[in-house]
């Protein structure tokens, strides 16, 4: 099986005291498809901020086509500003 394309590895986020993201881990493979779904405040649009860099996580680990996005001092495709973020995840997720 190939490498997973997105990895969630223990990954957490809070608002404040609100712990939003607990211990999330996850793997996307390439081609494959997959629903995000739960009742409203479940952190699902918390999820996806975290995966293209629009929010920071407080610990663990999320990768994207092996390169870690949450490192500090990672280089990543992801060092656009926030408005190309999406269309950059876009682009190098889709084109695999």
């Known amino acids: 099986m190939a490498a997973p394309a997105i ?7 809070w608002f404040g005291k609100l712990h939003v993201l607990r211990d999330i881990s996850l793997q ?8 995000v779904c739960g009742p409203s405040g479940s952190g ?3 999820l996806i ?5 629009l929010e920071r ?7 994207v ?9 990672a280089k990543t495709f992801f060092a656009a500003p ?5 269309k950059l ?3 190098k997720i889709l084109s695999h």
Do not use: A, D, M
Not at 7 to 13: A, C, D, I, Y
Not at 57 to 63: D, K, M, N, V
């Open 7 to 13: 990895e969630f590895r223990q990954v957490n986020k």
């Open 28 to 35: 996307v493979y390439p081609g494959q498809v997959v629903v």
């Open 44 to 46: 699902k649009s918390t």
């Open 49 to 53: 901020r975290c995966v293209n860099r």
């Open 57 to 63: 996580i407080q610990s663990g680990e999320i990768t």
């Open 65 to 73: 086509l092996g390169q870690s996005l949450s490192r500090p001092g």
């Open 82 to 86: 926030k408005s190309e973020r999406t």
């Open 89 to 91: 995840f876009l682009s």
